[in-house]
């Protein structure tokens, strides 16, 4: 099973034949990204959510230096390894494919996506390589928060006890 784990978790050159693989053979991929600091309900909900959008769900995964400049010095809570494994464990996940940028643009370019997906937080047109996915025949969606599931509330309800 960890050989199945890990051969999820794959580099820019093997996402880009993988994906290659899976459109060709009629399947559509789904996008999304995140920290995904400490897996949560919310993210789970969402991320079932986004794969039953398609046939292939590929998560762009924030490095931890990428994390450290968006949330601040004390994140990420979980290392890179750590976050990489929890997500490629998911059985409707197909992909996980680290990104050092603060922003996963270049991935998408890179992998072209049918769908681009994000959380309720998100307006289609902020959601980044969207002008991208759209101008490729695609798909941006922005599903439904969850409420009251966050990593920051998580760390909150830690620092408190």
């Given amino acids: ?17 993988s994906v290659s693989k899976w459109k060709s053979a009629g399947e559509k991929v789904i996008f999304t990204n995140g920290c995904f600091d400490i897996l949560h309900f919310g993210h789970i909900h969402y991320l079932a959510e986004a794969s039953d959008l398609g046939d292939r769900l590929v998560i762009g995964l924030n490095s931890a230096a990428s994390v450290k400049r968006l949330k601040g010095e004390h994140r990420p809570i979980n290392d890179e390894a750590t976050r990489q494994h929890l997500l490629a464990a998911l059985e409707f996940v197909d992909a996980v494919v680290v990104f050092e940028e603060d922003t996963p643009l270049e ?55």
């Fill in 1 to 17: 099973m960890f050989k199945k784990i890990q051969a999820k978790i794959q580099s820019w050159e093997t996402i880009q034949a």
């Fill in 107 to 161: 991935l998408i370019k890179i992998i072209l996506p049918d769908v681009i997906v994000k959380g309720g937080d998100w307006k289609p047109k902020q959601i980044v390589g969207s002008d991208i996915v759209l101008a490729n025949g695609g798909e941006v969606k922005s599903l439904a928060f969850k409420e009251g599931y966050s990593t920051t509330s998580i760390e909150e309800k830690i620092r408190k006890s």
